[in-house]
């Protein structure tokens, strides 16, 4: 029976800037541009590790403005999952927006994209992140009801749980959250 599985917790990525390297203004739109950051490997890696599903939550605004193609984006999705299956890693799914509508209920900052993938995968949001370098995503983690890890250097106000200055610090930052909440919950 379904529900007898219990729900799990999960880490929600953002995906540029966190899972790789951010090409500044504008998209990653081409698979050889898309370079996987070693500090998110082993955010991953220390994440899967304590028992905790991995999502990426992405906005792809780029497609639907017709400045790459579903099937680069689709390319570029396949590459990453290529590169961590290299690493001995995987993700449980990658959730992406191409929407250009600014309030579609899928679109970061709306929480649609986390609480299709707790649906989807038996997701339990109240002991799940969502990890970003952007408020939007922060404001996302928050509506669905996640902790939120703003990654970003700066003083600028944010609405963030908690900020570290870089992707350096997250698998420290995890190490002890994490360890935390399993003793809270176990």
């Known amino acids: 029976m379904e529900s007898s599985v219990p729900l799990r917790p999960c880490i929600f990525f953002d995906r540029g800037g966190i ?3 951010s090409p500044g203004p504008g998209y990653v739109e081409r698979v ?3 370079h996987l950051l070693p500090d998110f490997v082993r955010a991953l890696r220390l994440v899967l590790q304590r028992g905790y599903e991995s999502v990426i939550i992405t906005n792809q605004r ?3 403005k017709g400045q790459m193609s579903q099937a680069t984006l689709d ?4 590459h990453l999952r290529e590169l961590l299956r290299a690493e001995g890693l995987s993700l449980r799914d990658i959730y992406f927006c191409t929407e250009v509508d ?3 209920p899928r679109l970061k900052p709306q929480p649609g994209m986390l609480l299709e993938a707790a649906r989807d995968h038996r997701l ?3 002991r799940s992140w969502m990890i970003g370098d952007n408020e939007k995503d922060v404001v996302a983690g928050q509506r669905a009801g996640c902790r939120t890890l703003l ?3 700066g003083g600028e106000p944010t609405v963030a749980d908690f900020r570290v200055a870089s992707m350096g610090e997250v698998p420290a930052f995890l190490e002890q959250q994490l360890t935390q909440q399993t003793r809270g919950h176990g």
């Open 32 to 34: 050889e541009d898309f």
């Open 124 to 126: 339990d949001l109240a």
């Open 19 to 21: 899972v790789n390297r």
């Open 151 to 153: 990654v970003r250097e």
């Open 62 to 64: 780029g497609v639907g």
């Open 102 to 104: 600014r309030d579609h």
């Open 75 to 78: 390319a570029i999705h396949q």
